[in-house]
């Protein structure tokens, strides 16, 4: 219907990759319209509203409970959209399902393929997007595990920055034609996971220097650091990102020989959001060559709730001409 449980990843999530692997390796590609239009819709959302029936396996009985999200698939090619919905009074399940929006080349359509479980039926979808005013609207067609069709339009509309309206405004289900659902889908952004993003931004800073095995934890599998100076004649390479092992022991441990005193950074400002983080620092040290206060911009992606990456931006002059002892560039007078 809408977005999963161990049911729908037993019987579906499979059938998604599988179709997924020539849709991923062939026909998509970092899209700037994709960017564009989904990056409002980045990260967790949740809200209640009134339940709804209709669909195979839904109950208009009582209050729903919406938790769902977006997260950019690595490359930014497509998007994962998940969900789950469960009654306020009994925590059964009214919905949960996942699926992903790309761009096909082939066609230069938008699509999605989804699978989930409403109620205890199975389903499996796909589908055409069209991009409208603050969001999409979803052409969806969809058949359960008991071989029910459905055919039915899904709108996601943002109303300001942090609330989402989702709207079922057609319907058929085995050929008859219920119309739409008569709920409007209010939902907040859950400003839980900014503040989350920020607290590990906040621990990367405490075991940076005292103590990076720390650190470890914290680190995405797939983690990156890339200092974004853009520096010749370093004791590293510069401007290229570093993984979580070549991090630890090179990048760090290459500091001290530069700042032999150690160096303290003052955090002025913290800008928060679902998906990054931007740390804006002071610091204060005695380079090798000379008084080394500069100034830090740090700037941090998670993913599945650990620090996927981080880009470290600042003078790059003033790492030059204190730390390495270099002399600037300068144009001949006339």
Known sequence: MLSINTYSNRFFIPLIALALVPILTKAVSADDLLKKKMAPLIGNWNGQSKAFGGFEGTKAEGEIEWNLSFRWVPGKHAVEHKWQVTYV?????FSSGSEV????????????IGSGVDGNVPWSNQGLVKWIKGGMELTIQEQT???????????????GRDQLILSVPQRVIDGENLGAVD????????PSAAKSNEKLAESF???????PEKLKPLLHPKFQFTYMGKIKGTALPYGVPYNTEDFLTKWLSHIPTLVPDGIELKTLQIISSATGVAVIQKGDAQGKYGRYDND???????EDGKILSVAEYNSD??????LYGQTPFTSPKN
């Not at 009074?89 to 399940?93: C, I, R, T």
């Not at 002059?317 to 204190?322: F, K, P, W």
């Open 296 to 302: 830090y911009v740090w700037v941090f992606n998670f």
């Open 89 to 93: 009074d009994s925590k059964e399940n």
């Open 317 to 322: 002059y003033l790492v030059a001409t204190r």
């Open 205 to 211: 800073f405490e075991f940076l220097l005292s103590d």
């Open 183 to 190: 709920t409007l889908i209010q939902l907040r952004r859950n």
């Open 145 to 159: 595990t008991n071989g029910t069709k459905s055919a039915y339009v899904v709108r996601r509309v943002k109303e």
């Open 101 to 112: 929006l790309y761009k096909d080349n082939k066609t230069g359509e938008y699509k999605i």
